[in-house]
């Protein structure tokens, strides 16, 4: 099993910045791609970004390329988001996944296998 606790959300207002963690535990995540969700109200859960097991390889939705930054330190078993530029539609509740399966780049929320409970994010005008 394994455990994901993510933290860093709040209220930003809009040009701001804000970085997310995802702490793991329960299993060492250097084996495993990961990624970030975000869902706001109404709306289903859409991709964000993700990073593959030793950092070097990320990938984002188009919403958010340019102004995201994934990444990970598998020393200390976490992945970060780094937001910038946020915009009052980046609000929405924020969650990290873990993908059990090697050797793809995974964008929909059923090809992963774990998750936290998710991070508010809300982006003021």
């Known amino acids: 099993q394994v455990q994901l606790v993510e933290s860093g959300g709040g209220l930003v207002q809009a040009g701001g910045s804000l970085r997310l963690s995802c702490a793991a535990s329960g299993r060492t995540i250097s084996s495993y791609n990961m990624g970030w969700f975000r869902q706001a109200p109404g709306k289903e859960r859409e991709f964000v970004a993700t990073?593959?097991?030793?950092?070097?390889?990320?990938h984002y939705a188009d919403s958010v390329k340019a102004r995201f930054a994934i990444s990970r330190d598998n020393a200390n078993n976490t992945m970060y988001l780094y937001m910038y530029g946020l915009k009052p539609e980046d609000t929405a509740v924020y969650y990290c996944a873990l993908d059990l399966q090697y050797g793809r780049v995974a964008v929909h929320p059923a090809e992963y296998a774990y998750w936290g409970q998710g991070t508010q994010v809300t982006v003021s005008s």
């Open positions: 990073i593959d097991r030793s950092g070097g390889s990320t």
